[in-house]
């Protein structure tokens, strides 16, 4: 035909990932959750969770993101943890 053309629309392929990123992200604030939003302050669980939480921080900040100042990466962890809490808040 004399002026029309076709539109093939693309082919996208998705590709399943071959690791977990939420986990890491779902552990860090499971854990931040325990330790700063917990309703018994005095509660040892808490207290093992802040641990947990500040070394599973420490391994993550040493595995991806070594060249960021450590300050810097806990603070936008911690800003991530409250927004995937938010997210995933459930009902």
Not at 18 to 46: F, G, I, V
Request: overall charge positive; some cysteine.
């Amino acid at each position: 035909m004399i002026g029309s053309w076709t539109y093939e629309t693309p082919v996208r392929t998705i590709v399943p990932c071959t690791h977990d990123l939420a986990s890491p992200a779902s552990k860090l604030a499971e854990l931040y959750d325990q330790s700063q939003n917990s309703l018994r302050p005095l509660d040892p669980e808490r207290a093992r969770a802040g641990i947990a939480f500040k070394e599973y921080l420490g391994i993550l900040h040493s595995t991806h993101a070594a060249d960021v100042a450590f300050d810097s990466f806990r603070r936008e962890a911690i800003l991530c943890c409250r927004d995937f809490l938010r997210k995933n808040k459930a009902p």
